[in-house]
């Protein structure tokens, strides 16, 4: 496609269960981000991939949380045993080789955890 | 520790008028650049500036990049309401360009 698309928009859950977010990232866009945004609040940094490899893992706030990219293009984010406070949205950017200063980011997913 | 200190959170303003967001750090960056981001939707790039002093223009918008590389602020001229969203300043650290530093934002409502 032409822009990142992220599925689902909306994710209800409740406390304890497990998600999983997609990311579709740019076609030939080797560099994959995700962050978390609060509402009215600047995007936080969870995790970067160059490729198939996490590079940078160290904005993920707990082990419950983990994310993968196994072919070096579509990547899944994953949380186990959520909790409300991981009630955020979630943005995934992607952008050519490792170039932060042109990331394009994707609509987001609303996770809600009950 | 926020390193990326914006200005002000909240601006709420009628048509017409002028505003300037400020974007505030200790920490001296190779980059900064802004985004505008509206509710449902991810954030999208406005400009980067990478040389200290440096001064950019996008029709009403002036964006401008302190000497020192450590501020910058967000004019905005003549505004509308069509410029209503969030205003977000991101920067890459030098010497660690590996990731972005974000600000909180500045939320901008123009009142018609």
């Known amino acids: 496609g032409a822009g990142v698309s992220q599925t689902p928009s909306n994710k209800v859950t409740e406390k304890g269960k497990y998600v999983e977010l997609r990311c579709d990232p740019i076609?030939?866009?080797?560099?994959l981000y995700w962050y978390r945004q609060s509402l009215g609040q600047g995007p936080e940094f969870l995790i970067y991939?160059?490729?198939?490899?996490?590079?940078?893992d160290s904005g993920l706030p707990n082990d419950r949380f983990f994310a993968v990219r196994p072919e070096g293009s579509v990547s899944t984010l994953k949380i186990q045993r959520t909790e409300r406070g991981d009630s955020a949205v979630y943005l995934c950017?992607?952008?050519?080789?490792?170039?932060?200063?042109?990331?394009?980011f994707g609509p987001g997913t609303r996770l809600t955890v009950l | 520790t926020q390193l990326l200190e914006q200005s002000p959170q909240f601006l709420s303003i009628q048509e017409g008028e002028n505003l300037t967001v400020y974007c505030n750090s200790s920490?001296?960056?190779?980059?900064l650049q802004w985004y505008r981001q509206e509710p449902g939707e991810g954030p999208v790039l406005l400009v980067t500036?990478?040389?200290g002093g440096e001064v950019k223009k996008l029709k009403r918008l002036t964006f401008q990049f302190g000497d020192a590389r450590k501020d910058s602020s967000l004019h905005i001229t003549a505004a509308q309401p069509g410029d209503t969203g969030l205003y977000l300043c991101?920067?890459?650290?030098?010497?660690?360009?590996?990731?972005?530093?974000w600000g909180l934002g500045t939320s901008l409502a123009v009142n018609p």
């Open positions: 950017a992607s952008s050519r080789a490792y170039n932060p200063n042109e990331q394009f």
């Open positions: 076609s030939g866009h080797t560099a």
């Open positions: 991939f160059q490729g198939t490899g996490a590079a940078d």
């Open positions: 920490s001296v960056f190779s980059s």
């Open positions: 500036v990478v040389t």
């Open positions: 991101a920067g890459a650290l030098a010497g660690n360009n590996r990731k972005l530093i």
